[in-house]
């Protein structure tokens, strides 16, 4: 059983491009939590999804950040017109339930933007 | 709101030694969990523990062991002769239910990197 797999690992985009975070969770598991950790902090909560519904994206920026989870598929974390300020260590973990209790981390994404 | 503290930003010790990181946590709900996670260099996040909040056994695992203390609100870890690949950041973090929701996050301490020289 794969644990939860985050694609790619190291992501570099120039100022204005578009990036494209991919999450896939555990298998059985339907719950999906994306984390953002800026240099020189903790991680922060950025969005919860379930199957095809966004539950709490509280800690997401309001704009250039969008997530999805679709009925197929893995989840999606979309950031249009990067900049600098951008660039972080971006975590989804997944759980087979609501409560984050049994929470699997993925290995991260690591974006750059030059 | 819930709040996790890590006091210590940066902890150097030489190898063998015995290791303390401090954790304090705030919170107002009666049932709620604790973790640690381990962060090595090469980046991805490793759970170690959790503790839901009825439970304030201690535990030792191996060289780790976590000291509960709900009267203080902290959950301290200690790393027992230490080793250089005890190397990493680690972060303490505080899961709480939503009202009505159902569901939980956490919320993450700063992290405390610790340095363990040969």
């Known amino acids: 059983n794969a644990g939860v797999m985050q694609n790619p690992r190291h992501l570099v985009r120039r100022r204005g491009q578009e990036a494209r975070l991919r999450c896939s969770p555990m298998?059985?598991?339907?719950?999906v939590y994306w984390y953002r950790q800026l240099p020189e902090e903790g991680l922060k909560f950025m969005v919860y999804?379930?199957?095809?519904?966004?539950?709490?994206e509280s800690g997401m920026p309001k704009e250039r950040f969008s997530a999805e989870f679709p009925k197929e598929g893995p989840s999606i974390l979309r950031i249009q017109q990067v900049v600098r300020g951008d660039s972080a260590a971006y975590f989804c973990?997944?759980?087979?339930?609501?409560?984050?209790?049994?929470?699997?981390f993925g290995s991260g994404t690591r974006l750059t933007v030059v | 709101a819930q709040k996790v503290t890590q006091a210590q930003t940066e902890i150097s010790v030489v190898e063998k030694e015995d290791v303390t990181l401090d954790c304090v946590y705030e919170?107002?709900?009666?049932?709620?969990?604790l973790f640690w996670y381990k962060q090595p260099p090469s980046g991805e996040l490793v759970f170690l523990i959790r503790?839901?909040?009825?439970?304030?056994q201690n535990e030792i695992s191996g060289r780790y062991s976590w000291n509960f203390q709900k009267s203080t609100s902290s959950f301290n870890f200690t790393i027992t002769a230490s080793q250089v690949v005890d190397s990493a950041v680690y972060f303490c973090?505080?899961?709480?239910?939503?009202?009505?929701?159902?569901?939980?996050?956490?919320?993450f301490g700063k992290g405390t990197m610790l340095l363990v020289s040969p």
């Open positions: 999804l379930q199957k095809e519904n966004i539950i709490d």
């Open positions: 919170t107002r709900d009666t049932t709620y969990y």
């Open positions: 973090a505080l899961s709480e239910v939503a009202m009505n929701s159902g569901y939980s996050t956490l919320t």
């Open positions: 298998k059985g598991h339907s719950h």
């Open positions: 973990a997944s759980s087979p339930q609501k409560t984050g209790n049994g929470y699997t």
């Open positions: 503790r839901n909040s009825f439970d304030e």
